[in-house]
């Protein structure tokens, strides 16, 4: 006779399973658990709300689908007890709450050798790495060329809003400085939102030095508008190379949420040989 077949459509089911298969994975003497006899591998249920510091009951609940949805807190102290990932505690939030966990901020300072190469791989594109709160970690030579030597600039002149706002030759560089100005503005605030408390110091210092430093910026930020960055078409009116426009495009980085890859491509055939051009002659 077959064994009867467990439904697992609903959310709470699924849930319950992925926890139970987590749970199954762990090695419980390893993880200090050991001196009685086990049926089955990996950490009991209530070894696993021990870890967790909450009761057992709750967590068996969770397991069994009852109890309702769990709070982003406890989740969190169960994706640590079961020592997930942070895809595999991506997808214990989904599975829960239907919406992934607040980002997880930190400090950047660069980015892998594999991801430089694929910013390189854009010869004629210039192309760049930013954070959350719009910080430039990584460009190609087209970036350094095209928009700013990133490199002989200060750490902290690496950000793009303090290049717009407080930087003359980002002004004199962008045709359409006001309308960049308020995209830049709006798409920020998007992105600080998604970072969460742990970014809040260095949003707030940021926001306190550009509002000391730019009128303009106190007067964007107040309209609390948001925007996702997206793509679009840049113009811009550079020294070498005259007026000409990029289109752009915002990527994620897989793996990597606290990370933005943006390109800008050439709008034209022309274009793109006109940067080509100033990208090997300099």
């Not at 950490?43 to 769990?70: C, D, F, H, K, M």
């Not at 750490?155 to 407080?166: G, V």
């Not at 430093?213 to 997206?230: C, I, K, M, Q, T």
Request: proline share 6%; aromatic share 8%; charged share 25%.
């Amino acid at each position: 006779m077959n064994a009867p077949v467990v439904s697992e459509s609903r959310p709470e089911s699924r849930l319950g399973a992925y926890l139970r298969d987590r749970r199954a994975r762990l090695d419980a003497a390893a993880l200090g658990f050991s001196g009685s006899r086990r049926r089955t591998p990996g950490l009991r249920r209530e070894e696993v709300a021990q870890r967790a510091n909450i009761s057992a009951t709750w967590y068996t609940w969770l397991e069994q689908g009852r109890g309702g949805a769990p709070s982003a807190d406890v989740l969190n102290r169960v994706a640590r007890a079961l020592m997930l990932t942070e895809v595999e505690r991506e997808h214990l939030f989904l599975l829960a709450l239907g919406r992934p966990p607040e980002l997880r901020y930190r400090e950047t300072e660069g980015v892998s050798p594999r991801l430089q190469r694929v910013l390189d791989a854009f010869e004629a594109s210039p192309a760049m790495i930013k954070t959350l709160t719009w910080d430039v970690i990584a460009w190609n030579r087209a970036a350094a060329v095209v928009l700013a030597d990133y490199g002989s600039l200060p750490m902290e002149e690496r950000n793009i809003l303090r290049r717009i706002f407080c930087d003359p030759r980002a002004r004199a560089l962008n045709t359409e400085w006001e309308q960049v100005a308020r995209f830049v503005v709006a798409a920020f605030r998007a992105d600080v939102a998604r970072a969460g408390a742990g970014a809040a110091p260095s949003v707030n210092a940021l926001v306190e030095e550009l509002s000391h430093r730019s009128p303009d910026f106190v007067s964007l930020w107040a309209e609390n508008d948001v925007r996702y960055h997206g793509d679009g078409v840049k113009h811009l009116r550079h020294p070498a190379l005259g007026p000409i426009a990029f289109e752009y495009s915002a990527f994620a980085v897989d793996g990597r949420p606290d990370l933005g890859m943006i390109v800008y491509n050439p709008a034209t055939p022309e274009a793109c040989e006109r940067v080509r051009a100033l990208v090997a002659a300099s």
